[in-house]
């Protein structure tokens, strides 16, 4: 059981990916679900890195979420790379 803030990798229930468009560049960001809450992080944050170690952990975790999240440049996109079944 990996920690990450106020979460850890058992209280996950949903990972999802998008991006923003920031005029000029687009920003990857990443949507936790957990039970009551969720946070948003974004590639820019110091934690981004340890963030992907942790969500890499998850089983079944898509790990070609980038490549489905960040072609076409300037697009809409929205991946839902983790998805935990309900007991």
């Known amino acids: ?29 990443c949507e ?3 039970e009551e809450r969720y946070w948003i ?5 110091d934690k ?4 992907l170690a942790l969500l ?11 490549e489905r999240v960040s072609q076409p440049p300037f697009a809409r996109s929205r991946f839902i790379a983790f998805d935990r079944p309900t007991p």
């Open 32 to 34: 936790i679900s957990c």
């Open 1 to 29: 059981m990996s920690q990450l803030a106020a979460f850890t990798s058992d209280d996950i229930r949903r990972v999802t990916f998008f991006k923003r468009d920031e005029l000029t560049s687009d920003l990857i960001c």
């Open 48 to 51: 981004w890195h340890p963030l």
């Open 56 to 66: 890499g952990s998850l089983p079944n975790f898509a790990a070609n979420w980038y």
């Open 41 to 45: 992080f974004h590639e820019e944050m």
